[in-house]
């Protein structure tokens, strides 16, 4: 090995044990998970950008396995083997490799091969509380790493789930709507078709089929669509099952005889997602954008309010973060707050650390239901390329 890349892991290994030992002596346990995990849940839960990413092979067994393209699923997985329910409070610790694909090739700030150290919380009754802990320790790390500055970004994804129930529409196109979050020209073109009557229309099936299929009986519909595509001599080719084109179709009748969504309603959401501002000012302004509509947003709001007072109490300095309603990081198993790091030598593109709520993911994995969890991870290898570019 080169004397310069001895001297890299070296850094990194005495990097690693200082961030753990902030993370020790806060209370947390410190856990080796597994690199090698079952690809099918992974790719199940992550999200389609890092889906695409993700190593996957086959071992002699025909297993689909996978290389961990984060350290989150994997503590999850452990945490459940030891609480099957996932209800017990705990607290986690790890650092070690994850492994991602590089469409654009690997570099020093995007390798395949990086280090993440980081906690997960699970259990906590106090959720703003525990987001505000995790967050508070992060920085606390990074600042006893001795990185000189950075900047915060916030969102809350908790808000924008708020709005959405709080809006007049079948809970379907709620559904489809926080599906297309992350990715935004697919959300800005389904928002157009539900404000459109004709794009809400079926098409390229016989109107008496259409008018037939009811979502009040599954099987009934079922039968009507395997007799159309038998009369029509079209085979089930490809991965999509009958009960899956069936469920298509019925959604598809169904939006085509809901109203499309009012233009104010429309333009309500899309304001939303466009709403970019100082972190201490989002929620007077959320409330400005709302106050025309009536809704209520009292509950994600105050948390939200509640959640930067605890920051504050915790010593993170909020005055310089921003709030982007947009943000919701790049793994679609966030369902609250979510944040990022970012330190000036690297740009957004590249953030030193970044995490967020995921209430959903533990039951993902296995859980019998829901259990709040929070959690953040610090990319080593772009921390030391931060305090390598610092140093005299």
Request: aromatic share 6%; hydrophobic share 45%; with cysteine.
């Amino acid at each position: 090995m080169p004397a310069e890349a001895a001297q890299n892991v070296e850094a990194l290994a005495a990097q690693a044990q200082r961030l753990m030992a902030t993370f020790l002596r806060a209370g947390y346990e410190q856990i080796a998970p597994a690199i090698i995990q079952p690809a099918g849940l992974f790719l199940d839960v992550v999200g389609e950008a890092l889906r695409a990413r993700t190593y996957v092979f086959t071992d002699p067994d025909g297993e689909e396995l996978c290389l961990r393209p984060d350290l989150t699923v994997p503590t999850c997985r452990l945490h459940l083997a030891r609480h099957p329910t996932g209800s017990t409070r705990a607290r986690y610790c790890y650092s070690g490799p994850a492994f991602r694909y590089q469409p654009g090739g690997a570099t020093s700030a995007h390798p395949s091969e990086f280090r993440q150290a980081g906690i997960e919380s699970f259990a906590a009754v106090d959720l703003e509380e525990d987001d505000a802990a995790v967050l508070a320790l992060i920085v606390e790390a990074l600042d006893e790493a001795g990185i000189p500055q950075f900047r915060l970004r916030l969102g809350d994804l908790g808000l924008f789930a708020g709005l959405l129930d709080a809006l007049a529409m079948p809970q379907r196109w709620r559904r489809r709507l926080r599906h297309h979050f992350w990715r935004p020209e697919a959300f800005r073109a389904e928002l157009a078709r539900l404000t459109s009557r004709d794009a809400l229309k079926v098409r390229g099936l016989p109107r008496a089929l259409v008018d037939a299929l009811d979502p009040a009986r599954p099987e009934a519909a079922q039968r009507l669509v395997e007799a159309h595509l038998e009369g029509a001599g079209l085979e089930l080719v490809g991965s999509r099952t009958l009960p899956e084109i069936t469920d298509r179709l019925l959604a598809e009748a169904a939006d085509a005889r809901e109203e499309p969504l009012a233009p104010a309603t429309a333009a309500l959401i899309e304001g939303y997602t466009g709403l970019k501002s100082p972190a201490r000012e989002a929620a007077d302004r959320i409330e400005a954008l709302i106050g025309p509509h009536t809704l209520d947003l009292q509950a994600p709001l105050a948390a939200f309010r509640r959640r930067l007072e605890l920051l504050e109490g915790a010593g993170v300095d909020t005055r310089q973060a921003t709030f982007a309603a947009e943000f919701g990081r790049n793994l679609e198993y966030y369902t609250g707050f979510v944040f990022e790091i970012i330190a000036p030598a690297l740009g957004p593109g590249s953030p030193v650390a970044g995490g967020g709520r995921y209430d959903s993911l533990l039951a993902d994995v296995g859980a019998p239901a829901r259990v709040p969890a929070v959690g953040s991870s610090i990319h080593t290898e772009r921390l030391l390329s931060v305090l390598s570019a610092e140093a005299p």
